[in-house]
């Protein structure tokens, strides 16, 4: 069985439609890379028992979760709050952080910036040498910043300490026809390959084809052959493109 | 208090990072402008246990609830089967969405075809002049397609349905202050504005801005006053930008 994970993202900004969710996406990829299948995404408001609740049910459900937003100075950042409280742990100001915020902002350093440094009492650091701020990281839950240009950096430091599983792969096929043609076809690769994920996506906007068949998996070899299988189906004139 | 909305937005795809999801920011302003507050979003694979235990639980504590996906011919498409079981309804024919079917494909019609003028028995459809092919409504759950052109056009036949009460509002302030320093300027302005809704979002990669905080409700005046205290409490030279 693969590792499992779920995303937790964190804003008033989604859920009101100000910001347009971008972290996700990365995520999803980078985990597919490491062979961990990303199970569930929550998305919440900024409040406290919320995210706890979420924290705590994800976090006893999957093996890993990650969280993105809500990290920061401002009264609306409440997840290190949130994460301690899912556990019932005290929140406390990690050494290594204060040092590293006082020597970014120096003179400057506010009790703001120094909030920055509270995480909940048995957090771990995670860092690399490219990427010297760390990732908090309470049991099994990764907090990571909602800055879409912060959170792609820290990407690379859970790629280090997970490490890789066999990748997730796949394989798509193009065609002109549509879903309800398909189905039949569909429906025979599907009982033949139980262990391949195929998806089916129509699309309205693409002048170059009309539904796009997927074929997911940990196995090259399975995937190739349940395209082939599929693609002997097809009549005449299709596959209009493999990829 | 404002209605509340979740969505539960369905597919592998998503999950995997194979495709960007775009519904749920159209979804969102839509519901702000109805004055509809979206509080959770739930994002999942396409299996009926999980989609039919989000259902069910989404459905009983909001008002109303959005699925975007897994509605088509194919074996992929599960969501009306979920709503279904989430309800303990059967899954029965609708004449009137046969009907369309037939003369929409006419002699290409397909068993597949066919599949999509099922819904849980006891389900509506709502449509509207503009809009003639219908969303099937199962209670208070809304079950539309994860097709972003499809789902952006069925959004008008939810905001007939839906009516409005007084839409959520926002304002804007744009400062070059970061938010370490921002934030006894903020926790004042919440303290003394406790009904609106105080956001403070850092940007890495907007050259204009460094903050951009948020003032959101649904009374114009209160958005306005807290707008004002807040700025007033500005240094000189700030704020770069009001909106």
Known sequence: MARTAAAL?????LLSGKTQESNLKNLALLLRRLGVQLRRVVMVLD???TIAAEVSGLSASHDFVFT???VGPTHDDVTIEAVAQAFGAEITT???LEAMIRSYYGDRTTEGHLRMALAPAGALLHASE???WPITVMRNVWVLPGIPEVFEMKLSIIEGVLGADAPFLSRAVFTNMDEGALKPLLDAVVAA???VDVGSYPTWSEPSY???LTFDGKDAARLDSAVEAFVATLPEG???RLA
Request: net charge negative; proline share 12%.
């Open 130 to 132: 490219q990427v010297r």
């Open 9 to 13: 993202i964190i804003g008033n900004e």
């Open 94 to 96: 990690l050494p290594e």
């Open 68 to 70: 993105s937003g809500g």
């Open 47 to 49: 409040e406290v028992e």
């Open 210 to 212: 009309r539904t796009k």
């Open 193 to 195: 390959f139980p262990d």
């Open 238 to 240: 299709e596959p209009q």
